[in-house]
């Protein structure tokens, strides 16, 4: 495979597309619904409701830090996994500004 060449492209276009990355997925979708239906910070219940194993949950849950769209608290042994409201937030502008810009032009 040859190289993406990022550089050519702008900050916002490159960044689209490692949140796209990342959110492409769907287990990793899944483990977001899961987190967002939850009152409180989860910790391993994760691998219980996905239904993967537990070291691929971690994988997942690595990528989804790696875009900042999760925060994790240890507590003692186990971490805890929220959603980072305010990165969401930035996710969805983001989304919806590139959005916003496209004109219709459909065939």
């Known amino acids: 495979m040859g190289v993406t060449k990022t550089q050519i492209f702008n900050t916002r276009q490159n960044e689209l597309a490692i949140v796209f990355k990342v959110l492409s997925n ?22 219980d409701e996905i239904g993967l194993a537990q070291p691929t949950i971690s994988q997942h849950l690595k990528e989804l830090k790696s875009i900042n769209l999760i925060k994790g608290e240890i507590e003692g042994k186990k971490v805890c996994y ?4 305010a ?3 930035e996710i969805q502008s983001l989304v919806n500004s590139f959005f916003n810009t496209t004109k219709n032009n459909c065939c």
């Open 82 to 85: 929220c959603i980072d409201l």
């Open 87 to 89: 990165r969401w937030a």
């Open 26 to 47: 769907p287990a990793r979708i899944a483990i977001l619904q899961y987190i967002s239906q939850q009152e409180s910070c989860i910790c391993n219940d994760i691998v």
